[in-house]
């Protein structure tokens, strides 16, 4: 599983400076709609803006954490090398157990944010 995380990791290489930049728009499209426009005409941009940063910054920290994973120890190797293999690649399995746990908490986040945004301004 690792290692597809990190083929797809270098596959999503490209879009890494387009999820920085996602990451600071929706920022300050946040920071806009919340601080500058202080009398609500803002207010309709505040739920997308809180959703694309998520989902930015969930594509940034994916690419950034599996580009390098640890390659996996080989059967004849002995057995302190296996050890040693399974200790430098234990962290990027909770990474990867983060990584889908938080997934799957922004896809759920999405659906009820976007939810509750359509309701309120009135695109059922």
């Not at 296996?82 to 157990?97: D, G």
Request: aromatic share 18%; charged share 10%.
């Amino acid at each position: 599983m690792l290692e597809s995380f990190q083929k797809f990791a270098l596959f999503l290489q490209p879009v890494k400076p387009l999820a920085f930049a996602g990451l600071f728009l929706f920022a300050v499209m946040f920071a806009w709609n919340t601080i500058g426009a202080a009398d609500g005409s803002g207010e309709l941009m505040v739920i997308p803006s809180i959703v694309g940063f998520l989902w930015a910054l969930s594509v940034y920290s994916f690419i950034a954490s599996f580009q390098h994973v640890p390659v996996k120890a080989d059967s004849q190797d002995s057995f302190l090398a296996k050890i040693k293999a399974a200790f430098r690649r234990a962290p990027y399995w909770v990474l990867a157990f983060l990584a889908l746990t938080s997934s799957v908490v922004i896809l759920i986040l999405s659906y009820r944010l976007f939810s509750v945004w359509l309701h309120d301004f009135g695109i059922n």
